[in-house]
């Protein structure tokens, strides 16, 4: 079954970075499209960036583009995520994923920005 385990996360002052790491296991992470997704306080969950199998094309959303590196590993079936330049807004706790049908959500790593 899927699995993903979220770590990495903590708390930042505005400005600082942070490096998100997902362990997944299950199946078949080369062959997946993968994402991070994050879940602010009180609101929906949002998908953040993603990655395709040849660990090279990525898509962000605009309000992490040129903060936000996604990158994966094929054969540790790792997905990372490099933060820098967080902001209170990018408070969340953040989850990885299979882009398409993503399931059994792991617990995710929270990420709080705050002087």
């Known amino acids: 079954q899927l699995q993903f385990v979220e770590s990495g996360g903590g708390l930042v002052q505005p400005g600082g970075s942070l490096r998100l790491l997902c362990a997944a296991s299950?199946?078949?992470?080369?062959?997946?499209?993968m994402s991070w997704f994050r879940q602010a306080p009180g609101k929906e969950r949002e998908h953040v960036a993603a990655?395709?199998?040849?660990?090279?094309?990525?898509a962000y959303i605009e309000s992490v583009k040129g903060r936000f590196t996604i990158s994966r590993d094929n054969n540790k079936k790792m997905l990372y995520l490099q933060m820098t330049g967080l902001t209170r807004e990018d408070t969340a706790v953040y989850y990885c994923?299979?882009?398409?049908?993503?399931?059994?959500w792991g617990q995710g790593t929270q990420v709080t920005v705050t002087s």
């Open positions: 994923n299979r882009k398409n049908n993503p399931d059994s």
């Open positions: 990655i395709r199998t040849n660990g090279v094309t990525t």
């Open positions: 299950g199946f078949d992470f080369g062959l997946e499209i």
